[in-house]
């Protein structure tokens, strides 16, 4: 991913549910990414309704987004925490599990699935990207959704 943040473009009055899903794993670091996600889908959806939902870890983050995505009700769903990378493959492993459930689950629904669970080397890289306003990821993730829920209600039009 690039360092810069693209401009924020604006959105109609729609109304929209967005859901997001947080670990409380790594909470400091996470609670900046959620922060940031429900800031940036305000500023660009200000119409829009937008619930969290905390589970305790990563690994816990697809089968809540798995029951949000069956239930029909959100515009999209964004998946948000913090893997660091510790001496073992732990965190590579647990990584591309969630990554896959989250893929599975979005395309096995029809519902966009944002993927804003991070894995970093260490506490540098987490500052700058759940904490920092530059390189945001939560940010991101919350421009991500109200961009793709807008691509989807085109194509379902």
């Given at each position: 991913m690039s360092n810069a943040i693209p401009p924020r473009?604006?959105?109609?009055?729609?109304?929209?549910?967005f859901v997001i899903v947080a670990s409380q794993f790594n909470a400091h670091y996470v609670q900046g990414l959620v922060s940031?996600?429900?800031?940036?889908?305000?500023?660009?959806?200000?119409n829009t309704r937008t619930?969290?939902?905390?589970?305790?870890?990563?690994?816990?983050?697809p089968i809540v987004v798995q029951e949000v995505a069956?239930?029909?009700?959100?515009d999209a769903i964004i998946a948000l925490g913090l893997i660091l990378k510790g001496q073992t493959d732990h965190a590579e492993n647990l990584s591309r599990s969630v990554t896959e459930a989250l893929q599975r689950?979005?395309?096995?629904?029809?519902?966009?699935?944002l993927n804003g669970v991070l894995s970093v080397e260490n506490e540098i890289q987490a500052q700058e990207r759940c904490l920092g306003e530059q390189i945001n990821r939560g940010t991101e993730a919350?421009?991500?959704?109200?961009?793709?829920?807008?691509?989807?209600?085109?194509l379902r039009a």
């Open positions: 473009p604006r959105f109609g009055s729609s109304k929209r549910l940031h996600a429900i800031a940036e889908v305000g500023r660009l959806a200000p619930e969290l939902l905390q589970v305790p870890g990563a690994f816990e983050i069956s239930q029909k009700k959100a689950i979005a395309l096995e629904h029809g519902i966009p699935v919350g421009r991500a959704a109200v961009e793709i829920a807008a691509v989807m209600d085109d």
